[in-house]
């Protein structure tokens, strides 16, 4: 029997329309406040609403959102495995904006990311199906005046056992809106699943397929105008004069709005906003970052390196124990600004009036957009409708509020709705970047090439300090040593110190997977040479470390096997492998192989991945996620780069944000370890991987060691 925890309550109600309406509250505030609350029942609110109507359909009103991920499938397949019904019967609908009553557990408030959403609700959706269930069951037996234990329910209907008396949820609907929430449910035993861990077709791959799928992008209402905009080309620079003359004698072209760092193009299509945006003319002040190129920013990261930090984690005599190794082996890692250039450019929707304000998106943090609106208008937060969509990418763009915020600046001064979206190039010169970290590391190793101290000094900005304040404590970004501050390996001596260096010239954000992208990359590279320093195999080496950890040395092995990793590859060929744990609670180790031509070029011809994500909810979903993290991951890792010359991002498309293109995709297989663990999460960990498995891969083929990214510059410059 499990229990509802104290801070998790079931409610149930007649929904609008007829049938049964359960509610999942979480309460997110400290038990203090919640306790104080619990004689206030209007502070109390659902997370997730299960509706089921008359006609047997169930509905979903997921606070989490789709992105690609397919979130819509696999939490559908929590709630209908204790519930009952087949995936077939279950819809979801976006949420509105509710940090009360559509909080993600793990964080507190509504968001999606961080590869939370499986995590976070995996049991409270079980749970809220399992109550479901069992108030079903018991409408069906007072029905008929029987035992409910003589009752069992199976497809969406609930079957009288001794008689064969059926009766299908939709009938029972209304009957069990009037039943009290059982204070205890039964969760299914794993060994019972009839959907969590078997492969399950996604519930929006039907709608875009065929074109009915709704992205922010999408969004069509009458008399509705297009902007397209040119922002500050330097980020703290104004808009210091304006020709708009020609713009204005453009067909189509209706209204030029000028903000102080930013210019917009108001037409009735995109066609005549790009034109009229083309034919202004802006002078900007570009202001104090005017001057400032990448390589400002490196001097100012190295400078700060040279400083001691915050400890992350301490075991041991770091100090003593470099003193009295037999050998130091030292090494400084860079990676660098990362665009996310998701394929859905950014784009707002806003229809500002005097009674309210209307906002049309697709946002990875929805209430933020709303609070957002809000703030620009000065209107009440309910006065404020935020309408989500499916999602063209985010992998932590849409996790900020810029565009929403600019977009309502815009829509103040335009009468009636208008949906302002980005061009490309304003979408990679204007993005909010993975940080650019700089690390020094350095290992003493025993006589046998064994590492008995291991010190990390990770320098970069503070992430959570600007979007989650809270979680930035006693001077430790937990994001930025994610990973590092969970290193898996057997070393006696360990010190992780966190530097926090802010550099004002670009926005720094999450980019699937942050301080792990980063983090992974640097350590495994790192023992690869602690391995090559010691004349050892990589595979052999890191097992032997692995001695606390048979998950990770699981999945070691396993993608070691299925890579055929001691088998030979021609000249210029090699193999590389990395294993990553972090914060997600998932491991996966990753082999890749690669060929490298005399003139630099990387072609990657094999992927292989080992994950132990703990329980598995939908392995179709798992290897996907995986895949698609895997190409993001070798994109970014090969040619990913975003540069500064005169405070101005020097790269604009495609043609310079190199992204991988199908041709240079290789194969990839994905090996799933199975268990009876928690879930752990899965969206990021693909990506966060695959550099060091490349770069080691490439030392392999060519015996140079790669320390700084992207790859395929750092060859062509060696």
């Known amino acids: 029997m499990d229990r509802v925890s104290r801070r998790e309550f079931l409610i149930a109600g007649a929904s609008i329309g007829g049938g049964l309406l359960l509610g999942w509250y979480f309460d997110a505030r400290p038990r203090g406040v919640a306790a104080a609350a619990k004689a206030t029942p209007s502070a109390f609110a659902p997370n997730a609403f299960i509706r089921i109507g008359r006609d047997g359909r169930v509905t979903v009103i997921m606070g989490q959102v789709e992105m690609g991920q397919g979130t819509y499938t696999s939490l559908p397949m929590l709630l209908a495995e204790e519930l009952e019904v087949g995936l077939d019967q279950v819809q979801v609908e976006h949420a509105p904006p509710d940090d009360k009553l559509y909080g993600n557990p793990i964080f507190g408030?509504?968001?999606?990311?961080?590869?939370?959403?499986?995590?976070?609700?995996?049991?409270?959706?079980?749970?809220?199906?399992?109550?479901?269930?069992?108030?079903?069951?018991?409408?069906?037996?007072?029905?008929?005046?029987?035992?409910?234990?003589?009752?069992?329910?199976?497809?969406?209907?609930?079957?009288?056992?001794?008689?064969?008396?059926?009766?299908?949820?939709?009938?029972?609907?209304?009957?069990?809106?009037?039943?009290?929430?059982?204070?205890?449910?039964?969760?299914?035993?794993?060994?019972?699943?009839?959907?969590?861990?078997?492969?399950?077709?996604?519930?929006?791959?039907?709608?875009?397929?065929?074109?009915?799928?709704?992205?922010?992008?999408?969004?069509?209402?009458?008399?509705?105008?297009?902007?397209?905009?040119?922002?500050?080309?330097?980020?703290?620079?104004?808009?210091?004069?304006?020709?708009?003359?020609?713009?204005?004698?453009?067909?189509?072209?209706?209204?030029?709005?000028?903000?102080?760092?930013?210019?917009?193009?108001?037409?009735?299509?995109?066609?005549?906003?790009?034109?009229?945006?083309?034919?202004?003319?802006?002078?900007?002040?570009?202001?104090?970052?005017?001057?400032?190129?990448?390589?400002?920013?490196?001097?100012?990261?190295?400078?700060?390196?040279?400083?001691?930090?915050?400890?992350?984690?301490?075991?041991?005599?770091?100090?003593?124990?470099?003193?009295?190794?037999?050998?130091?082996?030292?090494?400084v890692y860079e990676v660098p600004f990362l665009a996310h250039a998701a394929m859905e450019p950014m784009n707002c929707t806003v229809h500002v009036r005097s009674d309210g304000c209307e906002v049309w998106t697709g946002s990875q943090i929805l209430s933020r957009a709303r609070a957002t609106a809000a703030d620009v208008t000065g209107l009440p937060l309910e006065k404020v409708v935020v309408h989500n969509h499916l999602l063209g990418g985010g992998f932590g763009r849409r996790l900020e509020v810029d565009y929403v915020t600019q977009a309502v600046r815009i829509a103040k001064q335009v009468d009636g709705p208008v949906k302002v979206v980005w061009t490309r190039e304003e979408d990679v010169q204007h993005d909010v970047y993975r940080p650019y970290y700089y690390d020094r590391l350095a290992a003493g190793v025993d006589a046998c090439g064994r590492p008995i101290v291991w010190t990390h000094r990770l320098v970069g900005p503070s992430i959570f300090a600007r979007w989650a304040p809270p979680a930035f404590?006693?001077?430790?970004?937990?994001?930025?040593?994610?990973?590092?501050?969970?290193?898996?390996?057997?070393?006696?001596?360990?010190?992780?110190?966190?530097?926090?260096?802010?550099?004002?010239?670009?926005?720094?954000?999450?980019?699937?997977?942050?301080?792990?992208?980063?983090?992974?990359?640097?350590?495994?590279?790192?023992?690869?040479?602690?391995?090559?320093?010691?004349?050892?195999?990589?595979?052999?080496?890191?097992?032997?470390?692995?001695?606390?950890?048979?998950?990770?040395?699981?999945?070691?092995?396993?993608?070691?096997?299925?890579?055929?990793?001691?088998?030979?590859?021609?000249?210029?060929?090699?193999?590389?492998?990395?294993?990553?744990?972090?914060?997600?609670?998932?491991?996966?180790?990753?082999?890749?192989?690669?060929?490298?031509?005399?003139?630099?070029?990387?072609?990657?011809?094999?992927?292989?991945?080992?994950?132990?994500?703990?329980?598995?909810?939908n392995p179709d979903t798992v290897k996907a996620q995986i895949e698609g993290g895997v190409v993001f991951g070798i994109g970014g890792a090969l040619y990913g780069e975003v540069t500064l010359k005169n405070g101005r991002v020097e790269q604009s498309n495609f043609h310079d944000v190199r992204v991988l293109r199908m041709n240079e995709t290789p194969a990839i297989e994905v090996h799933l370890v199975r268990n009876g663990e928690p879930p752990g999460g899965i969206g990021e960990p693909g990506t966060a991987v695959t550099a060091p498995a490349l770069t080691n891969a490439v030392f392999a083929a060519t015996g140079k060691r790669i320390r700084k990214l992207p790859l395929e510059r750092q060859l062509r410059s060696a």
């Open 473 to 617: 404590k006693d001077g430790i970004d937990p994001d930025a040593v994610d990973g590092a501050a969970q290193l898996l390996y057997d070393i006696p001596a360990i010190r992780v110190e966190y530097v926090r260096h802010e550099e004002p010239v670009l926005n720094t954000g999450f980019w699937r997977g942050v301080g792990v992208t980063h983090n992974m990359f640097v350590i495994e590279s790192f023992i690869d040479e602690l391995a090559a320093a010691a004349k050892q195999d990589p595979v052999a080496y890191r097992r032997a470390l692995l001695g606390k950890s048979p998950r990770g040395r699981a999945v070691l092995d396993l993608a070691a096997q299925a890579a055929g990793w001691s088998q030979p590859l021609p000249a210029g060929s090699g193999r590389g492998v990395a294993l990553m744990y972090s914060g997600w609670d998932t491991y996966v180790a990753q082999v890749a192989e690669v060929a490298v031509s005399e003139s630099g070029d990387v072609r990657v011809h094999r992927i292989v991945c080992a994950v132990d994500c703990g329980t598995v909810v």
């Open 109 to 331: 408030f509504q968001a999606t990311g961080g590869s939370t959403s499986v995590k976070g609700l995996y049991e409270p959706l079980r749970r809220a199906g399992a109550a479901a269930r069992s108030m079903l069951v018991i409408a069906a037996a007072q029905t008929w005046n029987v035992d409910a234990v003589s009752c069992r329910a199976q497809k969406g209907v609930v079957t009288h056992t001794p008689t064969g008396r059926t009766l299908a949820y939709g009938a029972l609907a209304d009957q069990a809106a009037k039943l009290p929430v059982p204070t205890q449910v039964t969760l299914k035993d794993p060994k019972d699943f009839t959907l969590i861990g078997t492969p399950a077709k996604r519930l929006d791959t039907p709608s875009k397929v065929n074109g009915t799928a709704r992205f922010g992008i999408d969004v069509r209402l009458p008399g509705l105008k297009i902007a397209t905009v040119a922002a500050s080309p330097v980020l703290g620079g104004k808009v210091a004069g304006l020709d708009d003359r020609k713009a204005k004698v453009i067909k189509g072209v209706r209204q030029i709005v000028r903000l102080d760092d930013a210019v917009a193009v108001v037409a009735d299509h995109m066609w005549a906003a790009k034109q009229g945006l083309a034919a202004l003319a802006i002078r900007w002040d570009d202001g104090p970052n005017a001057t400032l190129s990448t390589g400002d920013i490196v001097q100012g990261l190295a400078a700060a390196a040279q400083v001691p930090g915050v400890v992350a984690r301490k075991e041991g005599d770091a100090a003593a124990a470099i003193a009295g190794a037999a050998r130091t082996i030292e090494a």
